[in-house]
C-alpha cells in the first residue's frame, strides 16, 4: 500500500498541508516522513492513516526505551498525581533531587565523586553553550579545540564548533575554533585509514599545540564526540581517544565529552566513553536521559566550579516531568541491563549488514558501536580513492530511506554527505524486531540500487 497524501483515505492529509503552508523552510525530518503519527508504542508508530512503521529513528536517539515504555508513563502520571510544581525554576524539588541521584549513580567511576550538575536550557546545544562558557571561565581562555566532522547543536557557540559547512556558512563565525582530524578510517584525512590514521591525528594534534609557530593559543577546552552520530556514525578509536586524554591532561586542557546522542547506554555502555576507560573533565548530556521529554545538563569536575550565581541561566531548567522520567529510564537502563543487550544486539545487526555488503558493492562501510549504527552508501561506478572507497551516494541514500518508508521503516540519514543510512532503534528492541529492521533495509538497498520504485513483495 502506498502512503497516501492527499485524498479522503489519509485522514492525516490536510494535516500535512497546513503544516506545509504554516512551518518554516527549516523544518527538516518532516520533509522525509510524510506520515502524522497518532499512536506509538515501543518501536511501533501507526500513522493517522492506519499503517504501522518499525521506529529505527527514536527521536534522533531521544527514546532510549521507545515510545511510551510503562516505566517512564508511570514515572509521569505519578507525578501528576501528586501535584508536584512543573514549572520551579532551578529551585530544589524531590524529583530534581531523585534524577541527581539517579545520575550521578551511573557516571563513570572516578567521575562522579567529584563532579557538579548544571540543568540547562532543555536542549543540548544550550549544554554545550555552558560547557563552553564553564571552560572559559575556568581557564580564562577563548579558543576551543573541535574536530572535522563534529556535529554539536546550533546555537552560535555550538555551530562554531560543529564541522557542517552547509550550515555554519550563512553565519557569522560563533567564537575562535581549531579544527582538528577526526578519526575516519573509511576516508582518511591522512590518506591511511587504520591505526595509522589515527596515530597520525594524534601526532599531528600533539605537534600542533606544541608548535610555537603553530598559530593556536592556549584554547580553553577540546570538545570531541565518542562517536560521532551527524557526521556519519564514525566511532573514534579507543587508543585514540585516551590519546586526546593525556595531550589535553598534560597542557592543562579542560576535555569535553559531548554524550548528547551516544549516552545512556546507546553505544553498549552507559556512556560511550567508558569503553576507552576515559574520565574527562567536561560531560554533555541531553537526549535520552530524559526520558523522551526535554532535558539537558552539563556535568563536570569540580575544580571548574567557578562560575557566579546566573553565569548560565535561562527560564526551562529542568522541567519536573522530564527529571521524573529521565531518572527511571537511567535506573531502568541500569536495572535491567539494556547497554549490554545494545551492544549484543548492535553486534548482531552489524554482522548481518557486513554480509549484506559483500553482497552489495553499493554498500561502502558498516560501522558503528551498539545500536548506533551507520551504513554508508556509494556508487561503485566511481573513482575510488587512495584507500579504495568510492564517492558517496547521497541520491542513492534518499531512495534507500524512501524504501525503506514504503516497508514501514523509519531511518534517517547522515554523514558528510548525507549518504550514511542510520539506524538509532531503541534499546529495547527484540530480537524479532532487529531482524525485520535488517530484511526491510536489505529489501530497500537493494530496490534502490536497480532503480526501481516498486513496493516490497
Known sequence: MTLATGNALDPGAAVLQRQRSRESSARTYARSFPIVPVRAEGMTVEGADGRQYLDCLSGAGTLALGHNHPVVLEAIRRTLDSGAPLHLLDLASAEKDEFTSALFENLPRGFADRARVHFCGPAGTDAVEAALKLTQTATGRRGVLAFTGAYHGMTAGALAVTGNVGVKAPLPSGGEVTRLPYPYAYRCPFGVGGESGADLSATYVERLLDDPAGGVLPPAAMIVEAVQGEGGVVPAPDAWLREMRRITAERHIPLVVDEVQTGAGRTGAMWAVEHSGVVPDVMVLSKAIGGSLPLAVVVYHEDYDGWQPGAHTGTFRGNTLAMAAGAATLRHIAAEGLAERAALVGARMSARLEALRA????????????????????????????????????????????????????????????????????????????ESVLDRVADAITEAAQGRTGERP
Do not use: N
Open 359 to 434: 553482497a552489495l558493492p553499493v554498500i561502502g562501510d558498516v560501522r558503528g558501536r551498539g545500536l548506533m549504527i551507520g551504513v554508508e552508501l556509494v556508487d561503485p561506478s566511481g573513482e575510488p580513492d587512495r584507500l579504495g572507497a568510492h564517492p558517496a551516494d547521497p541520491l542513492l541514500a534518499g531512495r534507500v530511506r524512501a524504501a525503506c518508508l514504503r516497508r514501514g521503516l523509519i531511518v534517517e540519514l547522515g554523514g558528510r554527505h548525507d549518504a550514511v543510512l542510520r539506524l538509532l532503534p531503541p534499546l529495547t528492541i527484540t530480537d524479532e524486531q532487529a
